[in-house]
């Protein structure tokens, strides 16, 4: 069993904030991180490089948890971002965070997405497809600007995941296909456009990602490539994906295994193909703030269905975490006003959305718990409040950032008005009886 830093309340504590005195100052629910935590992960990250004396950029993949003070956490620990729409972008700008370490990835950026970052100076566009190659091409040219790109490579490799969350495999709908030629022919585009500075390629096999082949097979692939087209790159991007443990089944690596393999793997082939060492791209964005988030519920009623299943329901579910109904995703939670008390049953946590899907932890075992105790559940800290909903018309929940012992709001609770913020009332008349 996990032994879980408390308090003289023998309460759960994050990063030295009690989670019971967070859940009654913000309410619940709510998405707390720890902040010491993801500075923790961005050092590592940069150290593994540095050690080893490659040039690199880790870029923090902001779709896992895109919010203006995370933005300002990277910029404080000096790392990039990787951002994938018009609102990730403006969201860093308003952060204050410097363009020029922002990447733009995504499948079907708009003319206006990739105008704003043109105009608001985004360091890299990584290039998807042939329609955004001539778009970006004439935006430039009007802005009269070289604009720095890579080239998404679908690298026709298969991570072993969910297949919702696997993107290297050639069935996919990122990047340019490598098989039928349509990534040389890209490449072509690029290297001979007068308004485009190709640096580099860039694939990303997919997330949650446990085993180190992949990663080695993907830099290996994308460094041969670039020599087979007689080409020297820059830079080498890699994605992210690398797994993290939401539960006791998890056995992910330590991140230094991911990155030793694949500066391995590239400085191998540097020194084969006799290139200057190119720059390594990552982009991690689960490991970064997924184990370092948390979400306090309030638990609230129970059914307790004889030799079948007890299932106990929170303030919460489904529109603060998508991913258990989504992915059939594992998580683990404790009753933080308790969390090494001794258990006595196993229940499934369930939200208070009206689906049967509305699961937050399938089977979890607890002490015995009473209305009104708070139950946090691990490792939300990616894709849970980035994926979350006002399905049933239910508001988002506060975000605060906790580092050491200190404590801020860094999202405010949605309410009832800004649910309503949008609608407008009806009143053209009906034109049947
Ligand atoms: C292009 C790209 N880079 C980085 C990531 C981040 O992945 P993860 O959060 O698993 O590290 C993703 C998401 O899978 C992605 O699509
Ligand atoms: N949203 C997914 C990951 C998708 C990654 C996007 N490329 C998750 O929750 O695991």
């Not at 309410?27 to 150290?47: E, H, N």
């Not at 203006?68 to 990039?80: F, L, N, R």
């Not at 997405?113 to 042939?130: C, H, P, R, S």
């Not at 797994?243 to 191998?268: C, F, H, N, Q, W």
Request: hydrophobic fraction near 40%.
């Amino acid at each position: 069993m996990t032994n879980y830093l408390t308090n003289e309340l023998e309460h759960l504590t994050i990063d030295g904030a009690d989670a019971v005195s967070l859940a009654e100052t913000y309410g619940t629910p709510l998405y707390v991180y720890d902040v010491s935590k993801i500075r923790q992960t961005m050092r590592a990250f940069k150290t593994l490089f540095e050690k080893e004396n490659v040039p690199y950029v880790v870029s923090y993949a902001s779709k896992a948890f895109a919010t203006k003070a995370i933005y300002q956490v990277a910029q404080q620990e000096g790392i990039h971002a990787d951002i994938v729409s018009g609102g990730e972008l403006v969201t860093a700008i308003k952060a204050g965070f410097d363009t020029k370490h922002l990447s733009f990835n995504g499948n079907n950026k708009s003319f206006d997405e990739l105008t704003l970052a043109v105009e608001k100076g985004v360091g890299t566009i990584i290039i998807d497809n042939f329609l955004e190659l001539k778009l970006l091409s004439t935006i430039a040219q009007e802005h009269q600007i070289k604009q720095d790109i890579l080239l998404r490579i679908s690298p026709g490799i298969s991570a072993h995941t969910h297949e919702f969350i696997s993107t290297g495999q050639q069935d996919s709908k990122f990047g340019f296909d490598l098989l039928t030629g349509q990534a040389k022919e890209a490449f072509q585009i690029a290297k001979n456009d007068d308004n485009l500075n190709l640096r580099g390629l860039h694939a990303h096999i997919g997330s949650q990602i446990f085993d180190v082949t992949g990663f080695e097979k993907n830099a290996a692939l994308l460094a041969d490539t670039a020599q087979s087209w007689g080409w020297q790159p820059a830079v080498i991007n890699v994605g992210g994906g690398f797994g993290i443990r939401y539960t006791a089944d998890d056995k992910p690596l330590p991140e230094s295994e991911y990155v030793a393999a694949i500066i391995r793997t590239l400085k191998g082939k540097a020194a084969s193909y006799d290139w200057k060492m190119p720059e390594i791209w990552i982009e991690p964005g689960r490991s970064i703030v997924g184990p370092a988030g948390q979400t306090l519920y309030t638990i609230g009623s129970r059914k307790d269905i004889p030799d079948i299943r007890h299932y106990l329901a929170v303030d919460g579910g489904m529109g603060d975490n998508i991913r258990p109904a989504l992915y059939q995703a594992q998580y683990e939670a404790v009753l933080a006003n308790q969390p090494n008390a001794q258990t006595k049953e196993v229940v499934r946590v369930a939200g208070k959305y009206c689906e049967s899907g509305d699961v937050l932890v399938w089977q979890q075992a607890l002490p015995e718990t009473q209305p009104g105790d708070i139950l946090s559940v691990l490792a939300t800290g990616a894709y849970g409040y980035a994926m979350a909903s006002n399905y049933n018309r239910n508001p988002r929940p506060a975000v605060v950032f906790v580092e050491n012992g200190k404590h801020q709001l860094v999202v405010a609770r949605e309410t009832y008005e800004h649910i309503m913020s949008l609608d407008k009332d009806y009143t053209l008349q009906s034109s049947t009886k």
